[in-house]
């Protein structure tokens, strides 16, 4: 028999307000949540509970990754992580930004 593997996708999530994404834009291809809190799961995460999904908000002082990530956990996502230098520290690491 021919076991398949299947590459669980990366999905990058936006957890900023819309005025961090306006002043800062977001990381290109990122999806953006509606709230960092109040997100809904079945809406806005991938159907699969393996996928590998990373949040990230504005900078390290900011919570809303790790509230949004926290969120992610608890519905039964196995590959939550944080990216805590937010869009602030990936600017600032000379990447490249696009508009919300």
């Known amino acids: ?18 005025d961090t994404r306006e002043k800062y834009g977001i990381i290109p ?10 997100f ?3 809406k806005e995460l991938p159907a699969e509970k393996d996928a ?4 990230y908000c ?5 919570q809303a990754s790790h509230e ?6 608890k519905a039964g996502f ?9 869009i602030i520290g990936w600017k600032d690491s000379g990447h490249s930004t696009a508009k919300p």
């Open 1 to 18: 028999t021919m076991i398949s593997h299947h590459e669980p996708k990366l999905a990058i999530y936006d957890a900023n307000g819309p």
């Open 68 to 73: 949004a990530a926290k969120k992610a956990a």
């Open 29 to 38: 291809g990122a999806k953006l949540l509606t709230s960092y809190r109040k």
């Open 78 to 86: 196995t590959d939550v992580a944080v990216m805590s230098d937010g």
């Open 40 to 42: 809904d799961v079945a």
């Open 52 to 55: 590998k999904l990373v949040f």
């Open 58 to 62: 504005g900078n390290t002082q900011c």
